[in-house]
């Protein structure tokens, strides 16, 4: 029985290499096909003329380019965002993000098809946790990106990733890190490794095998308590990760890759926006190669609360500026579509 066709998108270019070495193929015809794809956006094999006909033969029967169809794209009126609603092959869906900045353009892509993780206040961790996503999905997340922008009418090329959609990318650390190598590869996209951001509620044997990995992506850390009790009830994780544990795994990650971290803080009126709080992350963090990224927050559904509002969002990156921290207000994108950090869900069909 033949077993079924590999999806090209979860191979790095290697493991392509070693297929047509396999087929008994020079690897420079995997090199050709890759370009095709990932530079040309050509997935229809009677066009790519440079691969010989044996050569596509034996690949056309061995690998499918499981591109992600759009069942939704929603703009926002920011005029800056688009929301992908993305159909995976057993028939349930992702959100993906393009986001607009002066100067870059951004792709959130998912990791996960829902999240375990339950953060209180995220319309994805409300939803629970279906699967982990395969490189090959993460990686057609950003390929169709890629593709919106090449199709532009000013075309340009996607240069920046976030790994901040749906799910928590260290709980699925392996295929992670492979759609990053796939992503990165400077023969296809060619996304620098410190153009990607990823981002965990504080995974700590994720946090410290990254370090020692020496993955050169940029690391986010959901903090948004500075005490156990109050990070615990926001954040459910860290029942099993206690915040001085966190901690002392976010030292060891900038120790040993001499790297800062980002810190995100989802500001909460009355809930963690006070004067007190900002000291306490102060204290928290003094002395930390680190940056503070407040997120007012974004409404959900599924919980109650409001989001801090100008004045005490400009009060606490006073009080951090006191303890030598440097901190931004994150710019807001996509709310009214439902796009915003910690926004992204979507029903089972």
């Known amino acids: 029985m033949s077993s079924s066709p590999a999806n090209f998108y979860d191979l790095p270019l290697e493991e392509l290499r070693k297929l047509a070495v396999r087929w008994a193929f020079s690897p420079v015809h995997a090199a050709r096909l890759w370009r095709y794809v990932y530079l040309d956006s050509v997935t229809a094999w009677s066009r790519m003329p440079e691969l010989p006909a044996r050569f596509r033969a034996k690949a056309e029967a061995a690998l499918v380019f499981a591109l992600l169809p759009v069942a939704t794209e929603t703009r926002s009126t920011d005029g800056f965002t688009r929301k992908y609603l993305l159909a995976l092959a057993d028939h349930r869906r992702i959100e993906t993000v393009l986001m607009r900045y002066t100067g870059r353009v951004t792709a959130c892509l998912s990791s996960q098809a829902g999240c375990a993780m339950g953060c209180v206040f995220c319309a994805t961790g409300q939803m629970g946790f279906a699967r982990h996503l395969t490189a090959g999905e993460m990686v057609a997340q950003a390929v169709h990106v890629d593709r919106v922008l090449r199709g532009s009418s000013e075309p340009e090329r996607l240069r920046n990733i976030v790994l901040m959609g749906m799910g928590e990318p260290l709980h699925n650390y392996d295929a992670v890190m492979t759609a990053v190598e796939i992503l990165c590869d400077p023969a296809g996209l060619a996304l620098g490794q410190k153009k990607i951001t990823l981002s965990t509620v504080g995974i700590v044997p994720g946090i410290i095998r990254l370090a020692d990995e020496a993955r050169p992506v940029h690391l986010a850390v959901s903090l948004h308590g500075a005490t156990q009790a109050e990070r615990a009830a926001l954040v459910p994780v860290a029942k099993m990760w206690p915040l001085d544990e966190l901690m002392a795994a976010c ?99």
């Open 251 to 349: 030292r060891y990650y900038s120790t040993k890759q001499r790297r800062r971290i980002f810190y995100e803080w989802t500001l909460i009126e009355g809930r963690n926006d006070s004067a007190e709080t900002a000291h306490a992350v102060g204290r928290l963090l003094r002395g930390l190669p680190a940056q503070v990224n407040l997120i007012p927050l974004n409404p959900t559904a599924g919980y109650g609360g409001a989001p801090a509002n100008r004045e005490a969002a400009r009060h606490f990156q006073q009080i951090l500026v006191e303890y030598g921290l440097p901190s931004t207000v994150r710019q807001r994108r996509g709310v009214d579509i439902a796009a915003g950090c910690g926004q992204l869900t979507t029903s089972a069909p």
